[in-house]
């Protein structure tokens, strides 16, 4: 099956900082990967779509000059937590669409587990 | 509403049980629809596609209704290591944006 590779799985940082996570297709190309956040207890929720070689498409409420995404390649889309705070901080991770033969099917990244103190 | 609906349980229940989870999603143009599991502090994993016909896998049937835009998941023998979340997963096409119920939590005891 395809492959999601997400790093790092678990990051520590000082408030106001900022964080870069990369989410990597490594056997098959996706254009298209999509960025969840979830909290503890809680449901995946969708922040955005990321769009390879053109600007990301955030769901409403993600302000998206707070998580900025980058996808300039086939097979990397980054996230970053711009002036990260302690709010920010759960579990983020990705997904990229393989389409298979009868339906497309979502492989995830491991997911980041972001801890801001 | 929320776009998917599942009842959050969890549902405790001895080895060797039967357990059925429901969702109810509210977009009508849903494409494609999906149940998820998910382990504590994992990435979710697909569990199985869920077809309009209805689909066995083993010990887990998934059903379609999509008059009543409902999904439903039966689990038959429970395992110890059935216990995670399951998620009821609709994809909305397109660009194959899926969108998560808040899941079902199952813990499966001996």
């Known amino acids: 099956g395809a492959v999601v590779s997400q790093h790092p799985s678990r990051v520590i940082c000082k408030s106001g900082t900022s964080v870069k996570i990369e989410c990597r297709s490594l056997?098959?190309?996706?254009?298209?990967m999509f960025w969840y956040r979830q909290f503890p207890k809680k449901s995946l929720m969708l922040m955005a779509t990321?769009?390879?070689?053109?600007?990301?498409?955030?769901e409403q409420g993600v302000e998206k000059d707070k998580f900025l995404i980058n996808h300039a390649s086939l097979t990397l889309s980054t996230l970053t937590v711009t002036s990260a705070h302690p709010e920010d901080s759960s579990f983020y991770i990705c997904s990229a669409p393989y389409a298979k033969r009868l339906y497309t099917e979502a492989f995830f990244g491991q997911g980041t587990r972001l801890t801001v103190v | 509403r929320k776009e998917v609906e599942q009842d959050p349980g969890p549902f405790n229940v001895p080895e060797g049980a039967t357990v059925a989870f429901n969702c109810t999603y509210s977009?009508?143009?849903?494409?494609?629809f999906f149940w998820y599991r998910q382990d504590c502090r994992k990435e979710p994993k697909l569990l199985m596609s869920?077809?309009?016909s209805g689909n066995e896998d083993g010990r887990f049937t998934a059903q379609l209704n999509r008059a009543s835009q409902y999904i439903s998941l039966l689990i038959r023998d429970s395992k110890l290591s059935d216990s995670a979340t399951y998620l009821c997963v609709v994809n909305l096409g397109g660009y194959n944006k899926l969108i998560f119920g808040a899941g079902t939590r199952l813990a499966v005891h001996p």
């Open positions: 869920v077809y309009s």
């Open positions: 977009n009508s143009a849903s494409q494609s």
């Open positions: 990321s769009n390879e070689g053109s600007k990301a498409t955030y």
């Open positions: 056997d098959f190309q996706a254009t298209t």
